[in-house]
């Protein structure tokens, strides 16, 4: 029950990253279209840095307590880089954890 909670701790971290660092990229992409100053450039891109490489951490941890195969880690990392794509795969981690929920109980 424990790691069982742990791992759902994960999963949550890893999604308010994903959603916080997701959420980042499109601001900068906003300072590439000139929609906002580029006097932010420096702080987003410092912030999403962070993000970013929270998000890989967090997601090579749940993979590997999770088993997942380097292929779905793979998925999760190009997700981080294409704009919206992180909203797919919340979708669909969410749509698994239901899933495993309902096979415990």
């Known amino acids: ?48 840095g962070l993000l970013f490489m929270i998000y890989l951490a967090l997601s090579l941890t749940l993979a590997e307590k999770k088993g997942w195969s380097i292929l779905i880690w793979l998925t999760l990392f190009f997700a981080a880089v294409v704009p919206f794509a992180f909203l797919v795969v919340e979708f669909l981690l969410r749509k698994e954890s239901a899933k495993e929920e309902l096979a415990i109980a």
């Open 1 to 48: 029950t424990q790691s069982r909670s742990s791992a759902a701790s994960d999963v949550y971290k890893r999604q308010v990253i994903s959603v916080a660092e997701g959420l980042s990229y499109l601001a900068i992409l906003c300072v590439t279209l000139d929609l906002i100053s580029r006097d932010f450039v420096f702080y987003l891109g410092m912030f999403h």
